[in-house]
């Protein structure tokens, strides 16, 4: 079995266009905002039609993508990344943060318990404990729906700092369920007020008939809103004494997370 380079293949040549991309993609990564096509040239010391060449195919494979201000582009690195990251460790990190106690909850409520994060305007679940039970629901890691349609996304969104947020408001899907309502900023901050009120996020027949969700937030060790735990189930089923039951269960798990992501707050709380 081969353990290491040989002296041959160590002094082998690199590739100079895999490190430009590398470069672009990891500075992508790091920063805290979009940044400009010149931004990034300057950050990277490369070309600036390199790094437009390089943004461009990032972006065309689902990378990199780019929100227009007037006459600016600015680029972000998308989730597309955790999921390449997913694949490799076979769901480490927030997949397995609780995985166990995720399925006790699902087992005990007999709803399938997801973990979601925002990719964008996205939320993606990244992690699923499967309840048991004939009825099952279209939701996998992977998965990426409206962020403001969805009861993850929301709890998420309760707690972001206004400049992430406001973005957001901007491109507010509307729902195509019987209870949708419209798409509207100021009606959107309203409901994340009731969120933080109450402590958990609800989504009731807005995306699709027949079907519910109920989530809770979970913080990093920055203090900072990291993703949103939940579940999913009929509506008929969600009634107002079940979803506060749903919702403490959910504290108690979201603290799990907390905690177990570095959040001082989880062990005060």
Not at 53 to 62: F, K
Not at 186 to 206: H, K
Request: with cysteine; charged share 20%; net charge negative.
């Amino acid at each position: 079995m081969r353990t290491g380079a040989s002296a041959e293949e160590s002094g082998r040549a690199h590739s100079p266009a895999v490190d430009r991309t590398l470069s672009v993609l990891e500075t992508l990564v790091r920063a805290d905002s979009g940044m400009t096509l010149t931004a990034l040239s300057k950050a990277t010391a490369i070309p600036l039609a390199t790094c437009a060449s390089i943004a461009y195919s990032l972006e065309r494979r689902g990378y990199a993508s780019r929100r227009i201000v007037g006459r600016s582009h600015f680029w972000k690195a998308t989730m597309a990344l955790y999921g390449l990251a997913v694949q490799l460790t076979r769901n480490v990190d927030l997949a397995t943060v609780a995985q166990e106690e995720m399925q006790e909850v699902a087992d005990a409520l007999h709803m399938p318990v997801h973990v979601g994060v925002l990719n964008g305007a996205s939320l993606i679940y990244v992690a699923k404990a499967s309840s048991p039970g004939f009825i099952q629901f279209d939701t996998y890691p992977g998965k990426m729906l409206p962020f403001n349609l969805t009861a993850l996304g929301r709890a998420i969104a309760a707690h972001l700092p206004e400049s992430e947020l406001e973005p957001l408001l901007s491109g507010l899907v509307p729902g195509h369920g019987p209870k949708a309502g419209s798409a509207d900023g100021e009606q959107f901050l309203v409901l994340l007020e009731q969120v933080r009120r109450y402590g958990y996020a609800v989504e009731d027949e807005e995306d699709e008939a027949n079907i519910g969700c109920v989530a809770v937030p979970f913080f990093d060790a920055g203090g900072h809103v990291a993703g949103a735990v939940g579940v999913t189930a009929l509506s008929a089923v969600l009634d107002h004494e079940t979803v506060l039951a749903v919702a403490t269960r959910l504290r108690s798990l979201a603290a799990l997370f907390s905690d177990r992501l570095g959040d001082v707050r989880a062990d005060a709380g």
